[in-house]
């Protein structure tokens, strides 16, 4: 069952502009992610926010977690066209090993 | 190795036909796991290796599906009389075992496509 859903489904910017996606989840977690995916194909590890961190910066990356709203937030600043990807968050439980649980994602397309 | 491998990387099968995509984790992760992602649709959990352990097999959609692994090396998802709702990237991701960090590592998918 899908845990977390990401809005918007869509977003197109220009250049430089910055990109803001949510990501809002049901259960309690240990940590959330956020994933990069291109073409359809093998996904990549963004950044990891565990649930004691309210924010966390990696590069042009700024994600945000409120636990009491069970929700966070991937800002991506300065987007170039190389950023045009779907976004995913993924949750986990508090059980060691189990799977993460996706979103559908934002498709995120920059325009040049 | 670099990474996750999977093969082939992309399938077509009639229906009915059983097939069977390979994955190859990074070698010394102990933890294994295959996602299926219909187009447009975010991953679903199917399945997860632990070491020795009993796998969770809690995600697979049907008898048709199995999946099977070697030790803590390859894995390989078998698909019995394929139906075309079987259309899908499957995606398997690796990770080491233990710790807080729950990162995932992921090969580049296998499409498959049933006529």
């Known amino acids: 069952s899908q845990q977390g859903e990401e809005d918007p489904q869509a977003l197109s910017i220009q250049e430089g502009e910055n990109a803001t996606m949510n990501c809002s989840y049901k259960?309690?977690?240990?940590?959330l992610q956020w994933y990069r995916q291109n073409s359809g194909r093998g996904l990549v590890h963004l950044i990891l926010?565990?649930?004691?961190?309210r924010e966390k910066h990696s590069g042009r990356l700024r994600v945000t977690l409120d636990t009491s709203k069970k929700s966070s937030s991937l800002l991506i600043t300065a987007s170039r066209a190389a950023d045009t990807a779907s976004y995913f968050c993924?949750?986990?439980?508090?059980?060691?090993?189990?799977?993460?649980?996706f979103g559908k994602g934002t498709t995120l397309s920059v325009s040049s | 190795g670099a990474g996750v491998s999977q093969s082939p990387s992309n399938k077509v099968t009639e229906k009915g036909k059983d097939v069977e995509l390979r994955c190859d984790p990074i070698?010394?992760?102990?933890?294994l796991y295959w996602y299926r992602q219909r187009l447009g649709q975010g991953l679903e959990f199917l399945i997860y290796?632990?070491?020795?352990?009993?796998?969770?097999k809690s995600g697979l959609p049907s008898d048709r599906f199995s999946a099977e692994r070697t030790g803590e090396s390859v894995s390989t998802l078998t698909i019995q009389r394929t139906q075309q709702e079987d259309s899908a990237v499957y995606l398997c991701?690796?990770?080491?075992?233990?710790?807080?960090?729950?990162?995932?590592?992921f090969g580049p998918g296998t499409r498959l496509t049933v006529l």
């Open positions: 991701a690796s990770k080491t075992s233990g710790g807080m960090n729950n990162e995932q590592f």
């Open positions: 259960t309690s977690i240990n940590n």
């Open positions: 926010i565990r649930s004691n961190e």
């Open positions: 993924a949750t986990d439980s508090h059980q060691a090993g189990t799977a993460l649980i």
């Open positions: 070698s010394g992760h102990t933890a």
């Open positions: 290796f632990q070491g020795n352990s009993a796998p969770d």
